[in-house]
């Protein structure tokens, strides 16, 4: 008998990052990632340094001291808090430890394809619910629940459309789930999100026992090289994910920055700042020049193209990349048509928002 994986891992399409080289280019600019233009802070990059005397010790097994920083900073249960090698181990987790063959998982059919992805490796089977106008529909999502029905993965600001749901609407969502649903609120670009009726999951969390909300340090703390996220549990989930996770899966260096980030408050504001700014300025600008772009709330635009031979996203991907602009197709997010954009430094974003008049203009 042939030696084979359990049934679903073949069924993966191997999860592929955004591009970060552009051959033939003098000048490369990579904004194909959601990475902040600012990096990470001076107080962040000294911690990690400071750190480098230490490295032949093993770290406490279960990032104590960024669990407490958490709960400081945010006013939380640390005993509550998981923190996990990036946001996306977690979320691989919860997977790992709620479900069963034929389980299944819901997701947004343009939601991010760690969702599927583990859904697959774990036997389960992944729903991708329609998104009418590239949002995710509370009814929609609903209908499609069944008895089968175990985990629901929700990205709040969603990649790679970045709309995202009103705190009533994630309430309503998760009313209309049975109690042995998991609801996940990936609210990796919560950070970014400067709206009055938006909530990044605490709430819900500190009320009910079926809601978890994972958070990340790569993006707006400028830290996905070292891979720092964290998750807001339920007491029993909390304990759940502490039995199955690796005992050292956060290292000590990326501890260090990573509490160091989150206590540089100033560094924080101004890179939120920057992304308040230029975000509205690429929104309006690309779309004075007759493109169509997705209202978001996060560090990145979502960048519509016709279906036009010579004016299709892959004629305009290709027309960048050869200048050393790179941003991420999204084809694999079902949304071939498309072009995601991060929201980068001013001259970045002007290098863009240059060259793409220029690709409308010579094809």
């Known amino acids: 008998m042939t030696l084979s994986p359990k049934p679903g891992v073949l069924d993966i399409q191997a999860y592929v990052g955004g591009r970060a080289a552009a051959p033939g280019a003098t000048r490369v600019v990579k904004l194909s990632s959601n990475e902040s233009p600012f990096g990470p802070s001076k107080a962040a990059i000294e911690a990690y340094r400071n750190i480098a005397t230490d490295l032949a010790v093993y770290p406490e097994g279960s990032a104590r001291i960024l669990r407490e920083g958490l709960a400081a900073h945010y006013g939380l249960d640390a005993a509550r808090i998981v923190c996990g090698n990036g946001s996306d181990e977690i979320l691989t987790m919860l997977a790992?430890?709620?479900?069963?063959?034929r389980d299944e998982v819901l997701m947004s059919v343009y939601g991010f394809l760690v969702?599927?992805?583990?859904?697959?490796?774990?036997?389960?089977?992944?729903?991708?619910?329609?998104?009418?106008?590239?949002?995710?529909?509370?009814?929609?999502?609903?209908?499609?629940?069944?008895?089968?029905?175990?985990?629901?993965?929700v990205a709040n600001p969603n990649n790679p459309t970045g709309t995202y749901l009103t705190a009533s609407e994630m309430r309503r969502l998760h009313a209309g789930l049975p109690a042995s649903v998991l609801l996940v609120i990936d609210a990796a670009y919560a950070e970014y999100v400067r709206k009055n009726d938006y909530e990044t999951g605490v709430e819900l969390v500190n009320e009910f026992d079926n809601v978890v909300m994972?958070?990340?340090?790569?993006?707006?703390y400028g830290l996905a090289g070292l891979r720092v996220g964290w998750a807001y549990c339920p007491a029993h989930v909390a304990d759940t994910l502490n039995r199955v996770r690796g005992p050292f899966?956060?290292?000590?260096?990326?501890?260090r920055a990573a509490l160091a980030a989150l206590q540089d408050v100033a560094h924080t504001e101004k890179s939120i700042a920057h992304n308040d700014i230029w975000r509205v300025w690429l929104t309006n600008e690309i779309r004075a020049l007759k493109l169509d772009v997705t209202p978001s709330a996060a560090n990145f635009v979502l960048i519509h193209f016709p279906d036009i031979a010579g004016r299709r996203a892959s004629d305009a991907d290709h027309f960048l990349m050869e200048r050393g602009l790179i941003l991420r197709g999204v084809g694999n997010y079902?949304?071939?048509?498309?072009?995601?954009?991060?929201?980068?430094?001013?001259?970045d974003n002007r290098a863009v928002v240059d060259a793409l008049r220029a690709f409308l203009a010579t094809s």
Do not use: C
């Open 96 to 101: 790992n430890a709620y479900l069963r063959p």
């Open 115 to 153: 969702y599927k992805i583990a859904a697959l490796a774990n036997s389960a089977t992944p729903v991708e619910v329609p998104e009418p106008g590239l949002r995710m529909d509370v009814d929609a999502m609903l209908a499609h629940v069944t008895g089968r029905t175990r985990m629901v993965y």
């Open 214 to 220: 994972t958070r990340t340090f790569s993006k707006v």
């Open 249 to 255: 899966n956060v290292n000590i260096a990326a501890q």
């Open 334 to 347: 079902n949304l071939p048509g498309a072009l995601r954009l991060t929201v980068g430094s001013e001259e």
